[in-house]
Structure formats: structure tokens, C-alpha cells
């Protein structure tokens, strides 16, 4: 049998193109909103109500993790809809949201990402290899750790810096979790950051907009699940970004599980990174 720890040398990227382009032919084929509306009747782990959409896609990544635990390889899935599926070894996570941004997949709003990470240990840090396919604009960004970011196959610049305006503010911040309410509560820090705000929708397509420094930082105002930004959080680092999850004791020790435990906060420099922490969420 294979060995267990063969699993973090696995074609993962191979896997995520797969699960990518079946999630994209499966959206294709319910183009409306009142098709992708279907509900399952159940939650998923993070207590959201399940799409069948949701659900389609999540099948498809586990039938390619199916494929990986017949090869013999060995891990420990966690998904957004089923939680945590043993695969064998809870020393290889898989971190994985089959639409990150379901409300905005189920309108036809342009920004919903397959996310799937892979990580050797229990928390961001240890975050090996990053895919997230943003399904709207059709974008494929991937990193591994030490070997930098990729958007499309080309290699994020990890020089790319920040833009501010005439005022030293933040030229574009990246929002998430905008509930109004939340908005409004962190509305007086966001001010004296941000020229402009951007909500997306989704941690993972955000997190990625700061990779290639079209957001010029980015947080949410509410504490975040490692399945929305175990992905996107080690394609900002590879391509020369920062985070922070400001709640944790580390700056990287969120946990990989299902609970969340601390806003995430995104930048392109550290004097940005120390700002965007001091916003309330």
C-alpha cells in the first residue's frame, strides 16, 4: 500500500482541475436562478441551509478523493456541506468548500469559488498547496508553499505593492461578511482606511484579489471558517501578501476545523496589515 504521507505528493493540482471543470459543467447545465434555488432540505456543517448545487459540487471533489483513497493515499477531508469525512490519516487535511459564495452562485452574481487546500498539520501554517477557481470569471489561481502564486498559469509578481490615495488611504479594501449591521459597526475604521470598499461575496475570491494586488487589503467583519480561507490565505502569502487571524494566539494559527474561530485580515504591506486589525468585527 501506498504510504500514507504520499498523499501531500499527490497531483492535487490535477484533482482540483478536474473537480473545477465538473462544478463548471454542473452550474451549466442549471443556469437559472430558480434551478440553482433548490434546497436539500438539510444544513451543512457551518449551519447554512444546503443547495442541491451546493451538494452536486461537493460529490464531484469527493468522488476525485474518492479516486486519491483507491490509490492508496491517506488524509482527512473537512467540507463545507458534510464536515469531516476520514480518509485514513488526520495528519493530511483537506480543506475543502465546493462553492464558496453560494448565494452569489445561486443568482447568477459572478464571484463563487471552488476552494480546496491541503495542509500537514492543524492550522493555516501549515497549509502546503492552495486552489481556488473563481467560477465567474473563470480564474485559476493556485500556489504551493515556497514555490509562489499562480493566476492562469502565469506567477504572481510578489513585489506588487499597494495603491493609496492623495488622503494615505486604502485605494480599494476588500470586505466580507457585510451584513449591514456589521457594516455599520466597523463603519468609522473602515472610513479611515478605505478610499472605496468592494464586497464580493466570498472570502476565497477576495483573498485572491489581494494576491494579485487588485484589492489593496482585505477583511471580514465577522470571524471566518477555515473552509472559506484555508485556500485563499496561502495563495496572499505566496505571492508576497500578509495575514493575520487577529483572534488566534499566532497570526496563522487559526485551526483547520469547523468552527470559526477569528476574522481574517489580508494586506500587501505590514504597516496595512496592523491597520486593517484594529478594525472591529
Keep these: 500500500m501506498t504510504s500514507t504521507r504520499s498523499a501531500l505528493d499527490a497531483d492535487w493540482l490535477g484533482l482540483c482541475r478536474r473537480a473545477a471543470s465538473g462544478i463548471e459543467r454542473m452550474l451549466a447545465s442549471a443556469p437559472m436562478t430558480s434551478e440553482r434555488a433548490v434546497e436539500t432540505g438539510e444544513r451543512g456543517s457551518g449551519g447554512d441551509r444546503t443547495l442541491v448545487i451546493d451538494r452536486s459540487a461537493e460529490d464531484l471533489v469527493l468522488a476525485e478523493l474518492n479516486g ?65 477557481y473563481d467560477l465567474g470569471p473563470a480564474e485559476e489561481w493556485w500556489a504551493r508553499r515556497g514555490q509562489g502564486a499562480f493566476l492562469n498559469g502565469n506567477r504572481i509578481n510578489p513585489d506588487l505593492g499597494e495603491r493609496r490615495g492623495r488622503d494615505g488611504r486604502l485605494e480599494v479594501l ?58 485563499g490565505q496561502l495563495i496572499v502569502r505566496e505571492a508576497g501578501g500578509l495575514i493575520s487571524f487577529p483572534d488566534c494566539r499566532e497570526p496563522l494559527g487559526a485551526p483547520l476545523d469547523a468552527d470559526p474561530h477569528s476574522p481574517i485580515v489580508a494586506a500587501r504591506s505590514f504597516e496595512t496589515l496592523r491597520a486593517l486589525e484594529g478594525i472591529p468585527a
Design 68 to 132: 486519491l483513497r483507491d490509490e492508496g493515499h491517506r488524509f482527512l477531508a473537512l467540507s463545507e456541506e458534510r464536515g469531516e469525512i476520514d480518509y485514513g490519516d488526520p495528519g493530511v487535511r483537506v480543506i475543502i468548500d465546493p462553492i464558496d459564495g453560494s448565494l452569489n452562485a445561486k443568482r447568477g452574481i459572478p464571484h463563487h469559488a471552488l476552494s480546496i487546500a491541503v495542509a500537514d498539520g492543524p492550522t493555516m501554517a501549515e497549509v502546503v498547496f492552495a486552489f481556488v
Design 174 to 231: 476588500g470586505i466580507e461578511s457585510a451584513d449591514p449591521r456589521w457594516i455599520a459597526a466597523s463603519i468609522d475604521a473602515l472610513v479611515d482606511n478605505a478610499y472605496r470598499l468592494r464586497a464580493l461575496g466570498t472570502i476565497a475570491a477576495s483573498l485572491c484579489q489581494v494576491a494579485a494586488a487588485r484589492f489593496d487589503g482585505m477583511v471580514s467583519l465577522r470571524r471566518c471558517r477555515a473552509v472559506d480561507a484555508a485556500a
